[in-house]
Structures are given as structure tokens and as C-alpha cells.
């Protein structure tokens, strides 16, 4: 195995192809020996393949994760982390997976082993986002930095060219906010722009070539910096944004980070150029805007709101519940600069400054 590991804030996270398969050492290194293994219904499969190397130190399986962590479904999950006697939890997936386990270990205060199957990048981050009546929140909490994180390339082998593309997507959103973000420094600007140089690099690689484990293994590196990112800043326009647009209109969360990205970089470039400037020069593109959104394109990622299912009567709500609670961002929002950003989206028009 070509395996390497770094620590971050206390936290484990090791890369490298079959990595997956050590996770009963993992959780000896935990001191514990009854995990409860998470999935998406779509990934249960991978629940049993990562309790068939737990052995008897696999407690059970919970197979409902769902997309911005409904607390309908944490209570459920709850539930069955009681009745199974559960020490420690292991989150096998994306983004909804990971915020599951997130979201139990806030409540239960057991360690958590993430192995993501995306490029998302939570499993990096202190910060869990839950929905409840239609409206997402976010918190920011060390309980729910996972302990270990197992990058395995093989599991991210066989992700669908739209997945890949947009998680990747997703996981830029981070570094590209992180440029401008107001308490940035320049260690994490670094990081946030390895993350990008990385993931440019490996995506147009991976949409060629998906088995190609090398770019596989250096796009987890780059989804991992990015999330470092992510968990370091405090985000503004692009992810309150698409915040309101997954929580409160259900709209797919990497497929919405596609969308949005360009359009909320090219709205602050007009305030910050020449922070955003590194962007264009990676895409060798005219803005970091219109660079961005060349570059979905040529992934073959969505472009409007519209592919996504959200209508155009729905976007002045989105405008309102965007702009009621206030936050950092280095441009003034506007409800009318607001609204024809989402108008642009929906429509999938090139960002222009």
C-alpha cells in the first residue's frame, strides 16, 4: 500500500489505495471495539463491506443518511446508536453521510472514522450544517471534527463523471472563499490555493481517466486541503447561498456549489480582484468568475438553477431568506444585486463583471 498520514488538529487522516480495509485498527487505536457503520441506502453495500473487516467489533449498520442531515433522520439514527451499544461511529460516504455522524456525534460525544467516498470535504471541517421545517443551519464545533480520516482512492474509483465533477466543485467552493475570507492568513491561503491548483489538475484527469488512482489519490489530497480550508474561515456569500438554496428548496448540495460558484466569485471580484486573481491565472481564464465557470463547462458540470429544479418564482424567496440573518462578505449584498445573481444562475448564463 502506498499509504502516508498528517495530523491536524488532533486529527488522524491517512491516504493511499486499500487504506479502507485497516479500519478495525483504527478503532483499536480509538480504544474502542463497537462501531455502528453509516451509509446512504444508495452506499449500503460499502456498510457491509467495511463491517465484514470490523468483524466482531462491527455493532451495526445504519443505512438512511440523507442530504442536509434532516434531524428527523439523526433522531432515528439516534436511536440506533442506543439500542446497538454503539462506542464509536464509522461514516462510509459523502457529504450526507459524514453530516450524519456529525450530527450523533454532537449528541453522544462518540469518535467518529470518516471514510469519504466524495470530494465534499466535511470530514476536514468542525462545522456541521442540519435542516429542520425547511431551513438550514450551521454550527461550529470540535465535537464534531472526526477523529480519523481514510482516504482510499479506490472508493472514489468508480464515482460517477457528474459526482466526481460535482464534488470537486463543491470542495473548490471552500478554497475560492477561503482567498478573500476576512480571517484568512497566509497559511491558509497556501492551503486554499494547493487545493485548487490540485483539484483543477486532477478532475480534468479523473473525467478522462476515472480508474486512474494517482489522479484519484491527488483529488482526495486537494478535496482534503480544501475542507482544511473550510473548517479554518468563516465562509460568506457563495456557501450562505447555497445553504439556503439546499435547506430550504431541497436542491442537490454539490450540484448547487456547481451552479453558484462561478456567479458568487464573479460578484466579489469587484471588491477583490486581486485576492481572486490566482484563480483565473490556474484557469488561464480573463476573471476568476467567468474562469470558473469555463472551466464546470468543460466538466460537463450543471450550469443553472434550472437543471436543478428550482423555478423562477422561487428565486425572490431565496433572495429574502439569504439576506435575513446578516454575515461577513467583502462585497455589500444587495436584495436587487442579489436577485440578479440568482437570476443568472437560473439561468445558467456565463458570469460576466
Known amino acids: 500500500?502506498?499509504?502516508?498520514?498528517?495530523?491536524?488538529?488532533?486529527?488522524?487522516?491517512?491516504?493511499?489505495?486499500?487504506?479502507?480495509?485497516?479500519?478495525?485498527?483504527?478503532?483499536?487505536?480509538?480504544?474502542k471495539q463497537r462501531a455502528l457503520v453509516l451509509t446512504t441506502p444508495e452506499q449500503s453495500h460499502l456498510s457491509l463491506e467495511i463491517a465484514e473487516y470490523l468483524g466482531s467489533s462491527a455493532g451495526g449498520v445504519f443505512s438512511s443518511a440523507t442530504m442536509h442531515t434532516p434531524v428527523e433522520v439523526t433522531e432515528k439514527a439516534l436511536s440506533h446508536v442506543n439500542s446497538t451499544d454503539a462506542d464509536c461511529l464509522i461514516a462510509v460516504g459523502g457529504g450526507s453521510t459524514i453530516g450524519l455522524s456529525k450530527a450523533l456525534a454532537l449528541r453522544t460525544n462518540l469518535p467518529q472514522?470518516?471514510?469519504?467516498?466524495?470530494?465534499?470535504?466535511?470530514?476536514?471541517?468542525?462545522?456541521l450544517g442540519q435542516t429542520e421545517n425547511g431551513v438550514k443551519t450551521t454550527l461550529?464545533?470540535?465535537?464534531?471534527?472526526?477523529?480519523?480520516?481514510l482516504y482510499d482512492p479506490e472508493l472514489v474509483a468508480t464515482l460517477p463523471k457528474s459526482m466526481s465533477v460535482n464534488s470537486g466543485l463543491n470542495a473548490m467552493a471552500h478554497a475560492a472563499e477561503g482567498l478573500y475570507a476576512e480571517d484568512r492568513t497566509p497559511e491558509t491561503t497556501a492551503l486554499a490555493l494547493e487545493g485548487l491548483e490540485t483539484l483543477i489538475k486532477g478532475l480534468s484527469k479523473v473525467v478522462k481517466t476515472p480508474d486512474d488512482l494517482v489522479a484519484r489519490e491527488n483529488t482526495q489530497r486537494?478535496?482534503?486541503?480544501?475542507?482544511?480550508v473550510l473548517g479554518r474561515l468563516g465562509m460568506s456569500l457563495h456557501h450562505k447561498l447555497c445553504h439556503t438554496l439546499g435547506g430550504s428548496f431541497n436542491l442537490p448540495h454539490a450540484e448547487t456549489h456547481a451552479v453558484i460558484l462561478p456567479h458568487a466569485i464573479a460578484f466579489n471580484e469587484v471588491a477583490e480582484p486581486d485576492l481572486l486573481k490566482p484563480i483565473s491565472t490556474l484557469l488561464e481564464g480573463e476573471s476568476a468568475g467567468t474562469a470558473l465557470w469555463d472551466f464546470a463547462q468543460s466538466l460537463g458540470a450543471p450550469l443553472s438553477l434550472a437543471e436543478l429544479g428550482m423555478k423562477v418564482t422561487e428565486l425572490e424567496r431565496a433572495a429574502d431568506l439569504a439576506t435575513q440573518n446578516s454575515y461577513w462578505n467583502p462585497r455589500e449584498i444587495t436584495p436587487e444585486?442579489?436577485?440578479?445573481?440568482?437570476?443568472?444562475?437560473?439561468?445558467?448564463?456565463r458570469p460576466g463583471i
Open 1 to 31: 500500500m502506498d499509504g502516508s498520514s498528517t495530523e491536524l488538529y488532533n486529527q488522524s487522516v491517512r491516504f493511499g489505495v486499500g487504506v479502507r480495509r485497516e479500519v478495525l485498527a483504527e478503532v483499536e487505536s480509538l480504544g
Open 113 to 127: 472514522i470518516a471514510i469519504p467516498t466524495t470530494y465534499a470535504g466535511s470530514e476536514a471541517t468542525p462545522i
Open 140 to 149: 461550529k464545533d470540535i465535537r464534531v471534527l472526526p477523529e480519523t480520516i
Open 222 to 228: 486537494g478535496a482534503w486541503a480544501c475542507g482544511t
Open 337 to 349: 444585486a442579489l436577485i440578479a445573481l440568482l437570476q443568472n444562475a437560473q439561468a445558467g448564463t
